[in-house]
């Protein structure tokens, strides 16, 4: 599907919602994995894009909103967030996540961040957390957040940074290819994981949808888990490209494709466990 994303936008978002619409569960599931890993870069997000206390807050590519929760708790009762996303299976989740959590000024709708619909200027913040590089057009994705914030209010979006800082991806992508016997793509293939990642590009693709005061900031963000074999459980459980490239052989080759991927993530076991390297950009401007 991935080779697709340039020529056909609506095919490419179709899969994309069909993966994430079956993988939805076990994203939900890994949700306390996740939250780990992404404390600090979800905090200086939210601080980035300035929520606050009572600020209407967008939160786009929501998934099962970890996130979410964390807006409705800065913004308060007198806030409002409302989380989006493509995949209807995934937002039910985020959904009864709010509401097991207590919070009543969570909404969620479904939509295509590259289609919101909302009148201009309908929030005073704007967030997208590890959802823009899977946009097949993202500069679509931020003029509409340009769009739907008001004069003066704030954006901040976190991706994944180049190939060489996020090893782990590498490994994986080029380990299932080898196993598929298809040939190497390039990391910054648009829809892909690391499609934000090249230097400079999000700070251009902001400055072209009309946002000011854009700074990218570097964050390094190690996935800590107990051993490689769980860090491969939750790239199993998410709708992953290798899921994609794999799902086509046969239990038995793609069983020896898994268990060379767990053989090169060993490089990262440590003492205390497993610690695979990444490194994240937040990038955040006004409108
Ligand atoms: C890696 S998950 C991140 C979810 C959540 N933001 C988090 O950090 O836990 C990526 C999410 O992006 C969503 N997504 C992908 N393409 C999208 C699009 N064009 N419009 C809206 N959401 C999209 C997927 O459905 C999925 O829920």
Redesign the pocket.
Known sequence: MLTTSATEPQAF?DA??TQ?NQSAKG?NDHTAQ?RVW?RQATEAMLDMAGVARNSRVLD?????G??TLDIAQRVGPQGLVTA????PA?LTLAQDNARRAGYNNVQTLV????LLPFEPASFDAAVC???LM??PNPLK?LQELHRVVRPGGGVCTLVFSRPEKNPCIGILMSTALKHAGLPPRDPYQPGGLLSLGKPGLADELFRSAGFRDVATTVLGAPFRLPSARHYLEFIQS??SPIQQILGKLDAAAAQAAWSEMEERLDQFTTTDGWEGPNELLLTAARR
């Open positions: 978002k994309v919602r994430w994203w996740i992404l786009v590519a929501a998934g099962a970890d996130q989006t996303d493509i995949s995934i939509a295509d961040g590259e957390r590890l959802g899977f946009f994705g998410s709708a």
